[in-house]
């Protein structure tokens, strides 16, 4: 899930499937509380800011989940010592650039917010690959503009993302769209015989204040490489995206003028 490499295996308590359910309430608590707020007002920002450190939680917890299903070779003491270091810098290199951008909105010119909007974008599809699936993931968000979902942001393997995906051009664009006009997510985790150069993916609508911008998508190359823990990271980041998003082309964001 993260690119923490945690040698072996330690014991611990399996963490119940209704916890994630409860930490994904908490992350919609603070992107609603935020949206419910005066549209680009300081105290929405600050929200936001306090949304994206909560994305840390249930990467924090996978990471806890997947560190008790494996048994220690080392000492308990030094597994412990170099998770809990390796887990800091991660999560602190992932989830800090996210919060400054986010901060930054609040006291930015509109001049200067579109430049802000795509460092946020990219800093949340960084995010978005390093934080989901096992290794070798590759995240996109595709911009909704004319009718087309079309890349503006990736990062991970090598391959750069080209396709475009319309409705009615085929079922890849018809599902797609479907998912940002429903502000719906989905996760296949076995893409089985279908054609493509990964084997599972996370597809997630990025929007706010009733308004659609595009769609988040993680895809990992093997099947089996997301989980319903990657489709819970990538619907927070996918929430901070649009909130961000929404602040950004707002009048007056700026100045916390509705």
Do not use: N
Not at 54 to 59: D, E, F, H, L, T
Not at 78 to 94: C, F, K, N, P
């Amino acid at each position: 899930m993260t690119d923490i490499d945690v040698p072996a295996a330690a014991r611990g308590p399996r963490i119940p499937r209704v916890f994630w359910l409860e930490v994904g309430a908490v992350i919609g608590g603070y992107v609603a509380a935020a949206l419910a707020g005066p549209p680009g007002g300081r105290w929405r920002v600050a929200l936001l800011v306090a949304g994206a450190a909560c994305v840390a939680v249930p990467v924090y917890l996978k990471s806890r989940r997947e560190l008790a299903a494996r048994r220690a070779r080392w000492s308990a003491e030094r597994l412990a010592i170099e998770y809990e270091a390796r887990l800091a810098a991660t999560l602190g290199d992932v989830v800090t650039p996210i919060a400054s951008l986010l901060g930054s909105l609040g006291g930015a010119p509109p001049a200067a917010r579109a430049t802000i909007a795509a460092q946020l974008t990219q800093a949340v599809v960084d995010a978005a690959a390093r934080l989901c699936g096992g290794g070798r993931t590759r995240s996109v968000y595709y911009s909704l503009s004319d009718g087309a979902l079309a890349p503006a942001a990736w990062t991970g393997r090598a391959d750069r993302p080209t396709r475009v995906f319309r409705r009615g051009q085929d079922a890849a664009g018809d599902v797609a769209h479907g998912l940002v006009e429903r502000r719906d997510s989905m996760l296949v985790a076995d893409v089985g015989d279908q054609p493509g150069e990964y084997g599972a993916y996370v597809s997630v609508a990025v929007f706010a204040d009733g308004r659609a911008f595009g769609l988040l998508t993680v895809d990992a190359p093997d099947p089996g490489g997301l989980d319903e823990t990657d489709l819970m990271v990538a619907r927070a980041l996918a929430h901070l995206l649009g909130a961000g998003l929404a602040v950004a082309r707002t009048p007056g964001a700026a100045h916390g003028v509705a």
